[in-house]
């Protein structure tokens, strides 16, 4: 990275450099996608990627009650009107069925949330939404690297955004984003939305954003993409460890389902009591956490979509039982025995 810096700050590119170029080159392949569209962070990347799409204000985007609020965030900035859907208990992601169930003509997108690195079955969301003239915007922001069927989070819909903030698979060393797409339109529309809607410097063809990577951000995410794939099977590793060292550990409810192609970027299990538990961990020096406390329907920025307690019980039950244990490439197994056992002499 040493070189890539020297080479950013004698060309005094900071902005749009080839570092930049270089980097969506690499990620659009490494995405298995034709195109990558650098921006400023991964709520940007999803709001952009659905005004490209053309969601309008007064459409209607379907999208998980359980994820980070940016998502619906997202939608919001985009004029459009956030349609939660409740959740699959077993894997924490969109409940394909219930989506599908909510998708109509006002529907303008769905948006599915790999949410911890692990992908939804898009293909019943994919046909519905075809149906409806509407189009699927993939959350992808903590799912870098993650595969399955020959495709990486990023290639199930028409478009996808992630995020490059430094607690990601692939991180930065500040905020960053980006758009990926096999679209050649939607492609030329975000490079336009990301620079005040402008093709050729002081004409702007429509209003636009300033969002847009810095080419030392560029050349972070550039060294550190070639490390990915590694780190995520060091993640899947100690995932595999967690899963074995929980087995009989009754209070403990350890992911489900496939793990094949899962990116681990966090690893989530569900306990009785969370929030004493989670407090007692923390006394033992374990650094867990919750993703997410509260479902977005009941967050007072969301309170006007009038979803109140009930609304989406799978959803509300995982917000109180959910549990993040430390997960990192490179966690030893003496490291995680150490969280299992504390674990363990908490739920007693």
Known sequence: MEQGFAEVLAR????DGPQVARFEEEYAAYSRVRHCVAVGNGTDALELALRATGVDPGDECVLPANSFIATAE???RAGATPVLVDIDPD?????SAAAVAAINDRTAAVLPVHLYGR????????AAARAH????????????GA???????GAFGEIAATSFYPGKNLGAYGDGGAVVTDSDELAERMRLLRAHGERVRHRHETVGFNSRLDSLQAVV?????RRLDAWNALRREAAMRYKAMLADVDAVRAPSGADEGHAWHLYVVRVPDRDT???RLRAEGIGAAIHYPVPIHLTPAFAYLGKGPGSFPEAERAAGEILTLPMFPGITEQQQSAVVDALKKCTA
């Open 119 to 126: 992908l939804v079955d898009t293909t019943a969301i994919r």
């Open 277 to 279: 538990i989670l407090e």
């Open 133 to 144: 003239d509407a189009v699927v915007v993939e959350d992808a922001a903590q799912s870098q």
């Open 91 to 95: 894997t924490f992601l969109i409940d």
């Open 147 to 153: 595969a399955r069927d020959g495709k990486r989070a």
């Open 74 to 76: 997202a939608v919001y």
């Open 12 to 15: 005094t590119a900071f902005i």
């Open 221 to 225: 995410l550039s060294a550190k993409l």
